[in-house]
């Protein structure tokens, strides 16, 4: 663990990081000591700092704090965690602030290769997911809607959760997002009002495009799940991983291309 | 300070407050050395306990801790924070968890008499607030739309800023309640999508029904604020504080009943 460079474990308890939750995250995978996926990682850092008015960080010193860590892991899960740093009682953002910034590795999750053989079970959350404009595709640390969703269920069996804003508006899994195939459209939810623009959502979007697949970015709805040919959630540690099941409908895997997922399994040691 | 009783300034950083902003706080008010309206802040606390679902913790442990802290101080802020304890990374709770709890002591804040005397300036945030029925109403640690509003101005003669909803329902300030006087109707916003349901706006509500004021908890619109015969705001700490002014519209503050004014200040005395 580092805390702004040096190896610690705690922090105070004035951060705002602890009292807002103002701060962003961003969860790393590590394959071969190397943190995958880091520009588009530090794009999406940046829109956040942007968002909530955060003076930017050195990426670059970010960098080499990820690589310190990462050097040496085969697999691995980075997480950094920047938060507007210290301050009083009272909403209003320090000004100057001085943003704090914690890198910490974790175990690889080691999911089952069922899930990407045979597809995983998706569910569908009571829990909304909170539509707000202004903090819609960041990854900011106010996370209590994924928190509550991801606790109305403990079969193992189900593997991710479905949330929609109270418009009814499919925006993504708990911790990933999600695609729809249907026949050559692949369609993702819009993520302007809710949801995180996920670093690998990125990734598939840009492949589609290149290859046969319409790109389809739009509001989604039940039933578009419902009708689709496919569907598939995706996140960085996840990468692309195929739904087999959603309430009554089976969906057939084999109407994911496999030129796709080999793309994002390149992705990652490409580092594109 | 206070973490689970003992005297420390640091939380782990796997603390889930951090992580996610999974936990709750109360800010309360200390005179002569006791927290005020303990009760009716721990009512709160509980009912956020249970929306989060965390096992309660032990009040009268947290009225001793609490206690401990008050006495000596002749003014000041009490502030708690309740998370939901370590955990590892993911979004789901840890079962069983082990909240953490933190107390600290504030100096307190000092506002100016003519607050009190000649009213606040009110201004309106573009930053909109988010609706979320789950989180609605209890004092949880999602507070990126309060910090973004309060940083949306500098000016020190602006007092607070009025948030709206997406669907431009009036919802509240970006740190206290708001309330109307229209005629002998005594109206608040209803908070069962966005907002705190704060512990002096419930004082004020139980008053008016007592009172010859008839209390109306409605959607509210901007319609209703310039309509008003008078606006005042409310917090623990502020106690109730008259509006004079929002955008080109003023109060006459003698619309506010000077009962209501007392009954504020006593029950913070009587602690009801």
Request: one cysteine or more; glycine letters at 8%.
């Amino acid at each position: 663990m580092l805390i702004d460079g040096q190896p610690a474990d705690q922090i105070p308890l004035t951060d705002r990081g602890l009292q807002y939750g103002d701060g962003l995250f961003e969860t790393i995978a590590i394959q071969d000591g190397r943190p995958c996926l880091w520009q588009r990682h530090m794009r999406r850092l940046q829109k956040g700092e942007s968002a909530l008015g955060f003076p930017p960080i050195d990426k670059e010193l970010l960098w080499q704090e990820a690589h310190k860590l990462c050097t040496g892991r085969q697999q691995g899960v980075l997480k950094i965690v920047l938060t507007r740093g210290s301050g009083g009682r009272g909403y209003r953002p320090p000004d100057p602030c001085q943003p704090r910034r914690m890198l910490t590795t974790h175990p690889w999750p080691d999911y089952p290769q069922s899930w990407y053989d045979h597809g995983i079970v998706l569910r569908r959350c009571d829990t909304p997911i909170s539509r707000q404009s202004r903090l819609a595709g960041i990854k900011h640390l106010n996370r209590l809607d994924q928190v509550l969703a991801r606790a109305e269920w403990r079969d193992s069996a189900i593997v991710e959760g479905l949330m929609m804003d109270e418009m009814s508006n499919v925006i993504s899994g708990t911790q990933s997002n999600i695609f729809l195939i249907k026949g050559d459209q692949l369609i993702t939810p819009e993520l302007s009002q809710a949801g995180i623009a996920g670093v690998v959502r990125e990734l598939v979007l840009e492949f589609a495009g290149q290859y046969s697949l319409h790109p389809q970015v739009i509001k989604v709805g039940l039933d578009d799940l419902k009708q689709a040919d496919a569907l598939f959630i995706t996140n960085s540690i996840l990468g692309l991983c195929p739904v087999a099941r959603f309430e009554d409908r089976q969906y057939d895997l084999s109407n994911i291309p496999s030129e796709l997922v080999k793309f994002v399994e390149n992705s990652y040691r490409a580092d594109v």
